[in-house]
């Protein structure tokens, strides 16, 4: 068997593979044999008609399809393996004019090449960057006593009342929704509970309710979407609601004391609950930088990085992001922004990988038993073990990289 291999863009690749005549014969032979034995011919037991006979009752095509199939498979583990290929799609497989050679040429699709560039460099960079960031994260005025008082609206009682609605009380309502006469897909609402004045509905919406006392008398309105209104079927039209105010509630919150901050937690006094919630805060909003600088750094090795990503690759991780955003967006400017979104995941899973690969980062079988033990719960999650297995492996990988890119000491990196 001869081939020859022509590089593609995308990471394919194309073999053109050339057996002769005497290379090929064995696998006609054998398909040739096997078939025979399965040739039922009346008057004679199964593989005991006269092989003239059991010839004729032979199919010439798809005996040379089968023996082609044999081949191809051959072909492609030999040169796969010669060349260090992982192949990630089925090959497109076309046979060729040759009155020679049995010939045919293979379209592959390989895991792509990554080149990194000095990733260690770029890391360090960025960790200084963000050690300097770290040093200047702050609390805004106010934002402790913001956070306390959500605590105190969270564990508010509510009280029913008759009187009209207002801001901040908590109402009841069903409603309706009509475009030109017709429901609207989850429009319709029972017994729904919310706080008033909070723009959780279209604009417009909740005003409707300010000032009217609870009745089974419907509110009748009219109002219009917008561009950019989240149901694009929905955009730029007028709804018609029909609304129940089924009941007010009164909110009431509880007194700030130390007795109130001891229900939150072990806490002795208020001073001791805005200590804690000061560190948390804190805390939080370093984490929040620290992860910004590890996507900021990947994007930079991305960007500096030779990668060409197949298709079907970027398909894939296109039809994930679809599925698990549930987008409702299906217009070609949400489709082309998901679609960089998706080369960049790609890509930066890519150089991961590489980064991986290179410094021996790889998960060990240890480390992947006790991710797994850990994350039992998340199992049924997943459609397959397959697929919760590389979830471990992923999470892993990606902590083990980022430890390196950012905790290693200054000379480790620099070597």
């Not at 009342?161 to 609402?189: F, H």
């Not at 300010?210 to 219009?224: D, N, R, T």
């Amino acid at each position: 068997m001869k081939y020859e291999v022509e590089k593609l863009a995308k990471s394919q690749v194309k073999v053109s593979v050339a057996y002769t005549i005497e290379e090929f014969k064995p696998y006609l032979d054998g398909v040739h044999e096997a078939s025979k034995s399965n040739v039922t011919i009346p008057g004679f037991r199964k593989g005991m008609a006269p092989e003239s006979l059991t010839n004729q009752a032979l199919n010439p095509h798809a005996i040379f399809e089968s023996a082609l199939e044999d081949a191809v498979r051959d072909s492609l583990k030999e040169v796969s393996e010669e060349k260090e290929w992982t192949i990630i799609d089925k090959p497109a497989v076309e046979l060729k004019e040759d009155t020679k050679n049995i010939s045919f040429e293979m379209t592959l699709t390989l895991f792509p090449e990554v080149e990194l560039p000095d990733y260690r460099a770029l890391a360090r960079k960025n960790q200084i960057a963000l050690e300097e960031n770290l040093k200047k994260v702050a609390l805004a005025e106010g934002e402790v006593d913001k956070t306390v008082d959500w605590l105190r609206n969270s564990r508010a009682k509510i009280v029913l009342v008759d009187r009209a609605a207002k801001n901040e009380d908590v109402v009841q309502v069903s409603i309706k929704t009509m475009d030109e006469g017709k429901p609207v897909s989850g429009g319709n609402l029972s017994k729904e509970k919310f706080v008033l004045g909070k723009g959780r509905f279209l604009a417009g919406l909740e005003e409707q309710l300010v000032g009217k006392l609870a009745s089974s008398e419907p509110i009748k309105f009219s109002l219009e979407t917008g561009a950019d209104y989240w149901q694009e079927n929905l955009r730029n039209k007028k709804l018609d609601f029909e609304i129940v105010l089924e009941a007010v509630y009164e909110r009431e919150l509880p007194e700030l004391n130390d007795e109130f901050v001891k229900t939150l937690g072990k806490f002795e006094n208020l001073a001791d609950l805005k200590k804690n919630l000061e560190e948390g805060i804190l805390a939080e909003k370093k984490m929040k930088e620290e992860e910004r600088f590890k996507a900021k750094t990947i994007e930079d090795i991305v960007a500096q990085s030779k990668i060409e990503v197949p298709d079907i690759m970027l398909n894939r991780f296109f039809d994930e992001l679809h599925a698990s955003n549930q987008i409702h967006d299906h217009s070609e400017e949400s489709h082309n922004k998901l679609k960089i979104e998706s080369e960049k995941r790609v890509k930066g899973h890519l150089v991961i990988s590489k980064i991986s690969e290179v410094e021996n980062l790889n998960p060990t079988e240890a480390e992947l038993d006790e991710a797994i033990t850990h994350h039992e719960t998340e199992k049924g999650t997943f459609k397959t073990e397959g697929e919760f297995y590389d979830y471990i492996y992923g999470i892993i990988q990606n902590q083990k990289v980022f430890s390196f890119l950012f905790n290693k000491p200054e000379t480790e990196i620099k070597s």
